[in-house]
């Protein structure tokens, strides 16, 4: 079970991620097409690809990675900075998704800059997810936050943005 589940997170994460690395080389078509013909042909095509495909591996990924994480009781520190880049990557698939939306009105365009940027960005998030997969790396947290580990702190903590003496 474990096995099949696994497959299917490392299979619908490829194609999500794969997906987000092409959308904006199909953004950038925009820029090429005059016709309101195929203006709306290119946007119905980019829009069944974020529906279609890209959406549902992208739940799918979410949905079998969290599976994973209670039948392998992945509570390690490593895990939670995979998951802060998880979170920035589904930011970068709601920014897409928003961007399609407003992309192919008639005077928008997408920049050479924007496509660098966020192709750039996005290779590099889905990098450092696979690094932090691949390596697995032993991060101490006790060494980040010394005083936030201890017994009681976080009374102390709320108490004094609170304005509260929990004393």
């Known amino acids: ?9 490392i299979a619908t994460i490829s194609i999500w991620a794969a ?10 078509q925009r820029k090429d097409v005059e016709m309101p ?5 290119l946007h ?3 829009r069944f690809f974020y ?9 799918v990924a979410v949905g079998s990675g969290t599976g994973l994480i209670f039948l392998r009781s992945t509570f390690e520190p490593w ?35 924007r496509f660098f940027v966020v192709t750039g960005g996005t290779l590099a998030v889905v ?14 947290v006790s060494r980040l936050t010394p005083d936030w580990m201890a017994p009681g702190q976080l009374s102390e903590i709320a108490g004094n943005l609170l304005g509260w003496d929990f004393r």
């Open 37 to 41: 013909e195929a203006v709306d042909r």
């Open 127 to 140: 990098s450092m997810i696979l690094a932090i997969v691949s390596g697995k790396p032993d991060i101490d």
């Open 19 to 28: 997906g987000l690395v092409c959308l904006p080389f199909l953004f950038a």
């Open 51 to 59: 529906v279609v495909i890209l959406s549902p591996s992208a739940f």
């Open 79 to 113: 895990f939670a900075l995979k998951l802060m880049f998880v979170g920035i990557m589904v930011m970068i698939h709601i920014l897409a998704g928003l961007l399609i939306l407003k992309l192919f009105d008639e005077t928008t365009r997408y920049s050479k800059l």
């Open 1 to 9: 079970m474990i096995t099949a589940l696994k497959f299917l997170h």
């Open 44 to 46: 119905g095509m980019v």
